[in-house]
């Protein structure tokens, strides 16, 4: 497993760009990079030197012409992910799956989708990318399986056999009802009625994902075979879906009712419950220690006094995705019709807070997109912002905080939401339930739909738009979701030859990262936190120091220069989204124009 040197090799060696086969070396670094690059970054590890890219993979690329993306597609783009600088790929659940949450309900942990391909394709997919220096990070979805799964099947049996003991089974309360009044996160009650065992079984999420049973010490070693066997495949690396969720408070009494159902959000009663670090260490030592391997946990709510339990020298983990920065119009429950509003304020706030949470112990991934949340364009901007200008801003926000960048498909290349005509032409089951839960609470049909437009996982789950042929070079067949129908305008072919893109931005910025000791090891300092319109942030290593400044809104935004501390006429505008202005002497602006983004250093 120890392929770290290869992989460094390798990522400075093959990556090539869209259309053609230059490498890597020619994505233009900042020469004054150049001199650090060699020897760069030297103590950290290397997945905190990386760019990870998330790849949702029904929609990445299809090779088949059956309509939804598959392994060996991805396998035909590993050169494009080399022209991004990145390091590790995390698939979405590829496991044999009924789909009904598109592979987050899995069927068996040891095999993969048919609609993705073979074990064979699997095993040559991680063999191709490791020889480009790229990882492959499974998917590990461990709270729960599919109701699908021969693990359920056999417990859904009867309350007295080998596997009776491997779900949450719960007898009714004296008047029949379920157990508690937990609703799960996809709406509804949290339990279901089975008719063999005559008891309810409890699922975090949909009726179709029932939660395991991690008290069961069978249950947990059968999941950590799970992983072993991956490691032994020569995964990369881990990304723990849903991981607060798993240990489950006891008595499972009722929580405050929060709706007009009588029920209360499951959340809220089980995230991060007390004693569940005791199963993540137990993970840890079963499968982590000793591979080199990085894990991320989806774990939001972690409190910061908890914090270095989770990452950094004693974690259970080496990243965990939270969801502050990204949740910022809700409050807990993310039910989309209650959602509110935001300010750049808020959004300051969330990233310099976990910004300083790992100063000094632990790492993060930065991340602003999903497949669980629509597009950050249309998420982070005023309706009617410039899509190029708005994905470049936050692209150098995600390219230069602190912390391993997750890009996600499509980010790179400034892809928007869709907003289709009726809830029928939505695919995610969570976008169906959160617009029934938009019509119980009163809201009318359009009302509803509008939620759907806002917040829908399909926004980020259309095909990935390469070209401007039919299909947009993703299948020769049906697409399993619509395209999003700016493809012939904006798509990978178009933006890899016009060098003011979205894409040619992020190899650039990629280009500037890799091996750049101040934007991978150097220190966080927020700098202009008044100003309403700009997020402003020095990064510092030794004596060195760049500046990054974004104006987040459509109206030019005034800033004190010297309050950025820039006062020296060796600092230059390294980087400028607009282009114009590369090269200028930094002490000279005053302010930003709309949705501009800039790079000060020397
Ligand atoms: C989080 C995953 O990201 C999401 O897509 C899924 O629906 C839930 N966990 C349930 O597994």
């Known amino acids: 497993m120890k392929k770290t040197a290869m992989l460094l090799s390798a990522i400075c060696l ?152 491997w779900y949450i089974w719960r007898d009714p309360k004296a008047d029949g009802s379920e157990p508690n009044n937990w609703r799960s996160i996809f709406g509804g009650s949290a339990w279901t009625w089975n008719e063999k065992r005559q008891q309810y079984y409890l699922h975090t999420f949909a009726s179709s994902q029932p939660d395991l049973n991690w008290e069961n010490p069978d249950v947990r070693n059968a999941l950590y075979d799970v992983a072993n066997f991956w490691i032994d495949k020569g995964a990369g690396g881990f990304r723990m879906d849903a991981i607060p969720y798993i240990k489950k408070p006891s008595g499972f009494s009722d929580g405050p009712v929060d709706d007009s159902e009588g029920r209360s959000d499951i959340h809220k009663m089980t995230v991060n419950t007390d004693g569940i670090l005791d199963y993540l260490r137990e993970f840890k030592e079963k499968v982590c220690v000793g591979h080199d391997i990085f894990t991320v946990g989806e774990a939001n709510g972690v409190s910061p006094d908890d914090l270095k339990y989770w990452v950094g020298d004693n974690g259970v983990f080496d990243m965990i995705f939270e969801f502050n920065h990204m949740n910022l119009e809700f409050d807990g429950a993310e039910t989309w019709c209650k959602a509110g509003s935001f300010e750049l304020s808020d959004l300051k706030k969330a990233l310099t807070e ?109 095909p990935m738009q390469w070209d401007g042929s039919e299909n947009s070079g993703f299948t020769t067949g049906t697409p399993w979701l619509p395209l999003n129908g700016n493809y012939k305008e904006v798509n990978a072919e178009l ?33 202009l936190n008044d100003n309403k319109d700009i997020y402003a942030f020095e990064r510092k290593y030794s004596s060195a120091r760049l500046v990054i400044l974004v104006n987040f809104s459509n109206k030019d935004a005034d800033f004190d220069t010297e309050g950025a501390g820039i006062s020296d006429d060796k600092e230059k505008i390294l980087f400028s989204n607009y282009g114009d202005n590369e090269g200028k002497e930094a002490r000279s602006i005053k302010n930003l124009r709309p949705l501009e983004a800039i790079i000060i250093g020397e």
């Open 14 to 165: 093959t990556a090539t760009v869209f259309s053609g086969c230059a490498r890597t070396s020619d994505i233009p670094d900042n020469p004054k990079n150049q001199q650090s690059s060699s020897e760069a970054a030297g103590s950290m590890k290397w997945w905190q030197k990386i760019n990870a890219y998330e790849i949702y993979v029904n929609s990445f690329q299809d090779s088949d012409g059956n309509g939804y993306g598959d392994l060996n597609g991805i396998r035909s783009r590993l050169d494009y992910l080399s022209s991004l600088g990145v390091g590790a790929i995390w698939l979405t659940p590829v496991y044999d799956s009924p789909m009904e949450d598109n592979g987050y309900d899995v069927a068996d942990y040891y095999s993969i989708n048919h609609r993705y391909g073979t074990m064979e394709d699997m095993d040559a997919l991680i063999k191709e990318a490791d020889e480009k220096g790229i990882k492959v990070v499974m998917d590990l979805v461990f709270n729960h399986t599919s109701d699908r799964n021969e693990w359920f099947k056999r417990s859904s049996e009867n309350r007295d056999n080998e596997y009776s003991d």
């Open 495 to 527: 933006e890899s030859e016009d060098k003011s893109s979205v894409l040619s931005w992020y190899r650039r910025l990629s280009g500037f990262r890799r091996g750049n000791d101040i934007l991978i090891k150097g220190e966080y300092n927020e700098l």
């Open 354 to 462: 976990s910004q300083k949470a790992t100063a000094s112990n632990g790492w993060y991934p930065i991340y602003f997109e999903n497949h669980d949340k629509p597009r950050s364009i249309n998420h982070y901007f005023t309706e009617g912002s410039d899509p190029v200008l708005a994905g470049k801003a936050l692209g150098t926000v995600l390219l230069t905080l602190r912390g391993t960048p997750f890009i996600y498909q499509g980010e790179e290349l400034g892809l928007t939401n869709v907003s289709w005509d009726s809830i029928d032409d939505y695919n995610d089951l969570n976008s169906k339930s959160q617009y029934n839960i938009a019509i119980k609470e009163g809201f009318s049909e359009e009302e509803a739909l509008d939620f759907v437009h806002r917040f829908s996982r399909d926004n980020a789950r259309t």
